[in-house]
């Protein structure tokens, strides 16, 4: 069962991966020596294929290990924490709600050093900060009440 999903889902990325790889042919071309538009999309959609190439070959070599219930739940309940996350960021702020995310998903994957747990999530968080903020110029959400 776990192999037949793997090879659909990384068929499913590598014709998305396609799909992509075409649709950036029509964006346009740069004049001199910058690179189009069409460029990451495209470096971005072959390491897809590349990655969906293998995971058809693990797929393809490992033997029939199925993953435990426990590890869906886990699983499936970190998307919810995580899309719940994009819901909130934009509520109460990138610099307040991406620390408390961070924290709660090392907290909810064992991780129970405390001190380490507050440092990389406040670090990790600063980092990112700074990364868009100051040197991409991308601004983050700031959430309705630092408005």
């Known amino acids: 069962m776990a192999k037949r999903v793997d090879i659909s889902i990384a068929g499913a990325l590598i014709l998305l991966a396609g799909l992509i790889i075409y649709t ?44 435990e219930k426990t590890e869906w739940k886990k699983a499936v309940l ?5 899309f719940l996350y994009f819901l909130f960021v934009t509520y109460i702020g990138y610099v307040i709600a991406t620390p408390l995310f961070l924290a709660g998903m090392m907290w909810y994957y064992q991780y129970r050093k405390k001190i380490n747990l507050v440092f990389w999530s406040l670090f990790i968080t600063g980092i990112m900060y700074f990364c868009f903020d100051s040197l991409l110029r991308v601004p983050l959400p700031m959430g309705l009440f630092f408005e």
């Open 78 to 82: 970190a998307m919810v924490f995580t």
């Open 24 to 67: 950036s042919r029509s964006f346009p071309h740069s004049q001199g020596p910058d690179v189009g538009a069409g460029f990451f999309p495209a470096i971005l959609s072959g390491i897809l294929i590349l990655l969906s190439l293998i995971l058809i070959f693990s797929a393809l070599s490992k033997v029939g290990h199925a993953p």
